[in-house]
């Protein structure tokens, strides 16, 4: 059975930081890939970046240059560094996995991937 359990967000002020971890159990695929999504409310579920079996990585250009996505394989658990934070940043953010050749957010986001509950972040001005 595939686990995917989001942590770390919490309520931050502009500019400041937080790291999102989500540990996956369960889930062994070759061509793994895994990313962050987050979904502001009232609005839909939009990318933030991705990570495949390789390390390679792509993120969406909002949070390009203060976002950082990673993976420790050893802790089977996937990261998201979040630093700069801006209001708008404020959503759920949810973590993903699925088996794809190619890896890219639209792609997980549109696959019958594994999906964790989420884990809300809060920036305030």
């Known amino acids: 059975q595939v686990q995917l359990v989001e942590s770390g967000g919490g309520s931050v002020q502009s500019g400041g930081s937080l790291r999102l971890s989500c540990v996956v159990s369960?889930?062994?695929?070759?061509?793994?890939?895994m990313g962050w999504f987050r979904q502001p409310p009232g609005k839909e579920r939009e990318g933030v970046a991705v990570i495949d079996t390789d390390g390679s990585t792509s993120y969406v250009d909002s949070v390009q240059g203060r976002f950082t996505i990673s993976q420790d394989n050893a802790k089977n658990t996937l990261y998201l560094q979040m630093n700069s934070l801006k209001p708008e940043d404020t959503a759920m953010y949810y973590c993903?996995?699925?088996?794809?050749?190619?890896?890219?957010?639209?792609?997980?986001?549109?696959?019958?991937?594994?999906w964790g509950q989420g884990t809300q972040v809060t920036v305030s001005s």
């Open positions: 993903a996995a699925d088996d794809l050749a190619v890896c890219e957010w639209w792609l997980l986001l549109k696959s019958d991937a594994f």
């Open positions: 369960g889930y062994n695929y070759k061509n793994s890939c």
